[in-house]
């Protein structure tokens, strides 16, 4: 289940099932949106990008859907595995603000062998 | 080297105290950026450097935050007089060119103040 608060909201799947990690963003100029994939004690790790000409990306077993008309940005892992429990961040990127990266919250992911 | 390195992997400072944290980047990336992550937090933006230009420290959250990258390679944060607001884990993160791509990211520093 999720739950949103003072605790990163949390997703609970079993190994081999399908996760969608939903984000939404704010800032309609994005045009650049990219998700991270953070262990416990490491640095984000890149998992997948997409540009906002785009509104879907496949990599190996993650997709990436966007949907510009209500600001909102999914990550879908095929058959997840024990090792793909982490927080996930969705970050965007757009030139009004200065072109950096800015990052969402995070959704924490537990796989249940 | 083949990631982003970032020394040291934690520190504990006194309120009060300077500390200095370094970040090695992957080599040859031009642009290089300083986050810093609360605990159950996403990373915040605090500055960002290309080559040896700090072309933008908008995210900084006070003045005794100084950043650095004399030669366009290594860079140091450096953090005055550190505050318990300060606790965070620091991370640093590269990239080939610019602004608008993915950033390689360091495993960061745990600053703890007490």
């Known amino acids: 289940g999720e739950s949103v608060g003072l605790h990163l909201p949390t997703l609970s799947v079993q190994e081999g099932d399908n996760s969608i990690i939903n984000c939404a963003y704010s800032n309609s100029a994005s045009d650049y949106f990219i998700w991270y994939k953070q262990e416990s004690g490491k640095g984000p790790q890149f998992i997948i990008d997409i540009r906002s000409n785009m509104d879907k990306r496949q990599g190996q077993r993650v997709t990436v859907l966007l949907n510009k008309t209500v600001k909102h940005l999914s990550l879908q892992i095929a058959a997840t595995q024990p090792g793909d429990s982490a927080v996930y961040f969705c970050a965007e990127n757009s030139d009004n603000q200065g072109g950096k990266l800015i990052f969402g919250q995070g959704t924490e992911l537990s796989v249940k062998p | 080297g083949a990631g982003v390195s970032q020394s040291p992997r934690y520190k504990v400072a006194k309120r009060g105290q300077d500390v200095a944290l370094r970040c090695d980047p992957i080599s040859g990336h031009v642009s290089l950026f300083w986050y810093q992550q609360a605990l159950g937090q996403g990373p915040e933006f605090l500055t960002y450097f290309q080559n040896e230009a700090q072309l933008d420290k908008s995210g900084l959250p006070s003045d005794r935050f100084f950043a650095e990258r004399p030669e366009g390679s290594v860079s140091t944060l450096k953090i005055q007089r550190t505050q318990q607001e300060d606790s965070a884990v620091y991370l640093c993160?590269?990239?080939?060119?610019?602004?608008?791509?993915?950033?390689?990211f360091g495993s960061g520093t745990q600053l703890s103040v007490l």
């Open positions: 993160a590269s990239s080939l060119t610019g602004l608008g791509e993915k950033l390689f």
